[in-house]
């Protein structure tokens, strides 16, 4: 049994057009890398097509990761009201020191932290999620740090 994944629209989009990427250009290309490894003459000493290999290897699993991601997917819709914190919001958190945070909530899935998209199971994630503007939470960092941050802005 699989955990269920929750994305974005945007989310499922994007791993769509990854996973388009992937079976269409992605393994022709590596293909080609095998192919023309292999005429460089005996494969059993030849890096060129072991790196092929390993590189086909991965682009296979990934897609078969993707496929599982978006055939276990449930879809979450932005949410029409944005009095809470939830999955899909986007949101603005304050520190102790007065600093601007904003994060957009998703899921594990399509959490990225250099986009600004963290995921509900993260521990900032749990602890907003449900807050309400002005609200302060308070996180436990896995270093075992107190973090708090008031909600100062929630949107869609």
């Not at 944005?82 to 986007?90: H, I, N, T």
């Amino acid at each position: 049994m699989h955990k269920e994944t929750v994305l974005t629209a945007e989310g499922q989009t994007k791993l769509e057009e990854e996973l388009r990427y992937l079976e269409t250009v992605r393994r022709r290309e590596v293909g080609e890398r095998i192919k023309e490894a292999k005429e460089f003459g005996d494969i059993s000493e030849n890096s060129e097509y072991d790196d092929a290999k390993n590189e086909q290897a991965w682009v296979e699993s990934r897609i078969a990761e993707v496929n599982l991601i978006l055939s276990n997917a449930t879809i979450i819709e932005s949410p029409a009201n944005s009095s809470k914190v939830s999955l899909g919001s986007k949101v603005e958190l304050v520190d102790a020191d007065g600093e601007v945070h904003k994060y957009q909530i998703v899921g594990s899935a399509e959490a990225d932290p250099t986009q600004a998209k963290i995921s509900n199971e993260s521990p900032v994630g749990q602890a907003i999620i449900g807050a309400k503007k002005g609200q302060t939470v308070k996180v436990n960092t896995p270093s075992g740090r107190l973090l708090e941050y008031t909600v100062k802005k929630i949107s869609r």
